[in-house]
C-alpha cells in the first residue's frame, strides 16, 4: 500500500514538473544573420553605353547573381569628381569599391590610403597597395587573333584602327592586332588614328570615315566610347568593323564581325569571390585568353567569314591557349 501511495506521489511530481516547464517562458534563441557583401562601382560613362562601362556594370551584375551581393553604382562621373563618388561610398561602408577608369588614379590612391580598412579595385590601373587590386587586362592575343581576321578579310588591303587615348592597355591591343595582321596579310597597310578622348563618339565617328575614304574596308575601333561613333560609320558605310571591349554586335549588327573583349565580366566575379572568400589581396589580376580575354562570337556574320579563315583563326587560338604560340606585351611605343 505504501509503494502504491509512493509511486502515485511520484507521478504526480513528474507530470507537474513537465507542466511547469511547458508553461515557463522559454528564452530567445539568437538569430544568426549573415551581413551581405556591399559593392558598388564608380563609372565616367553610362551603364548601357555598349562599351567600357556597360563591361564592367554586367561583371557588377554577374558577382551579384553568382554571390548575392549587395549592388550600387553611380555612372557618368567627370573625372574630377571621381574622387568624391568613391568616398560617398567608403563613408557609407562599402566593402568593396571598384574604380573603372584607367585616368582616374589620383582619385583611387587618394581613397584608398585614407580608407585602409575597405578594399578598392582598379580596372585598367598600373598601381597597387594593400587594400588596391588591380584588373590589368591583357587583350593582345585576342587582339592579334582580330588581326589575323582582318588581315584574311581585307580586299583592299588597307585596314583601320581608331583609337582612344594611347595608353598601355590600348597600346598592347593596337600592337598585337598590327602583328597578326601582318601575319596574315604583308600587303597590308593599318590606317592609325589616336583621338585622344574615351569619350568622344562624334571623333570617333570622324576619324573611321575618314579611313574608309581613304580606302579602308575593315575597321578595328579600340577603345571607349569612341568605338560607338567608329562602329556607326562602318555600318552606315557597310565596312566590316571589329569592336573591343566588350561584344559589340548589337551596335552596326550588319557589319560587326567580332569584337576584343577584355574579360571584365569574369574578372570583376573573380575579384568578388575572392574577397567573399577572405583571399583578396592588393595584387594584380592578369585577364588573359584564358581568362576571358577573347574575341567574340561572330553571330550572324559567321556566313562572311569564308571556313578557311575561321579554322585558321581557331587554330592560331589554341595554339595560345596551349602555350605554343606567345604573343608579346608591348605597351608602348618602342
Known sequence: ????????????????????????????????????????LVLDGKIDDGGWNQAAYEGLKEAESLYGVEIAYSESIPIPDYEKALRDYASQGFDLIIAHSSIAKEAVINTARDYPKIAFLWTDGDETMENLAVIRPLAQEASYLAGLLAGKMTQSNIVGMVGGIDIPSTHRSYAAFEMGLKEANPEAKLLVNWIGSFLDVAAGKEAALSQIEAGADVIFGNGDGQNIGVLQAAGEKNVLAIGAVRDQFNIAPNVVLTSVEWGFRKGIAEVVSDFINGKFSGKFYEITLAHGADLSPYHENASKIPEEVQKLIEETRQQILNGTLTIPEISSAQ
Not at 23 to 33: D, F, G, I, N, S
Open 1 to 40: 500500500m505504501k509503494k502504491s501511495k509512493l509511486f502515485l506521489f511520484l507521478s504526480s511530481l513528474c507530470i507537474l514538473v513537465v507542466l511547469l516547464t511547458a508553461c515557463a517562458p522559454q528564452a530567445a534563441t539568437p538569430e544568426t544573420t549573415t551581413k551581405k557583401v556591399r559593392v558598388a
